[in-house]
């Protein structure tokens, strides 16, 4: 098989028959997959043909790799590398921080998967704990130091709608005295008007 020729695309509900063969083949659970079809990523020949699959599972900050398979183990190193590229991409639009597998391939392990500590497992999703296989992890960002980058930047969008709120507050106060200013000195006004009118209609000479 010419290695240069596979590309990878996520899967459609037109795949569904081919990744079916290739769960079965893999003894992975078709039925329950058929349902998460839109989470693989699949790696097609030349001739149009799946040839390697993997589930990518998002569940808030974390990823899940899941259900890798391939009809021909021969494109399995070049389809990971593929797979790898967009699984980053992918995940980086999601803001992922963490990755996580079960898969046991050694690749995974070259490219920097570790076998999760008892205190990283915490982290796991309570979704994903069902399994009690051994889980490897990756860290893609800094969890703790974005908290607080995330918690730095909430105190200071607070600390804009207080200064927002204090100066709209002040705004409206300048504004209620200008107006309350306005009115004493159109009353003023006013008083001064009727005054110079009442004195001119008394200092008019009678006829």
């Known amino acids: 098989m010419n290695l240069s020729a596979i590309r990878i695309r996520r899967a459609t509900t037109d795949d569904f028959q081919s990744l079916k063969s ?3 083949s893999m003894r992975l659970p078709a039925d329950e ?3 998460r079809l839109t989470e693989f990523q699949v790696i097609e020949a030349a001739d149009g043909q799946i040839v390697g699959a993997i589930g990518v599972q998002i569940i808030r900050q974390h990823a899940l790799l899941h259900s890798e398979g391939y009809t021909d183990f021969a494109v399995a190193d070049a389809a990971r590398q593929l797979f790898w590229e967009r699984i980053q991409t992918i995940t980086a639009h999601h803001r992922v921080f963490r990755l996580w597998t079960q ?4 690749f995974w392990v070259r490219w920097g998967f570790q076998p999760a500590t008892i205190k990283l497992l915490e982290r796991l ?9 051994p889980w490897l992890t990756y860290q893609l960002k800094d969890e703790a130091a974005l908290a607080t980058v995330e918690k ?13 709120a204090e100066t709209v507050d002040q705004a409206r106060s300048v504004i209620k005295t200008i107006t309350i200013i306005g009115f004493i000195v159109g009353f003023v006004g006013i008083g001064i008007a009727i005054y110079i009118f009442m004195r001119r209609g008394l200092s008019l000479p009678l006829h």
């Open 22 to 24: 290739l769960w079965n």
């Open 33 to 35: 997959l058929e349902k």
């Open 103 to 106: 898969e046991d391939s050694p």
């Open 125 to 133: 999703p309570v979704e994903w704990k069902r399994s009690e296989k």
């Open 152 to 164: 730095e930047l909430e105190a200071f969008r607070e600390s804009e709608k207080k200064r927002a």
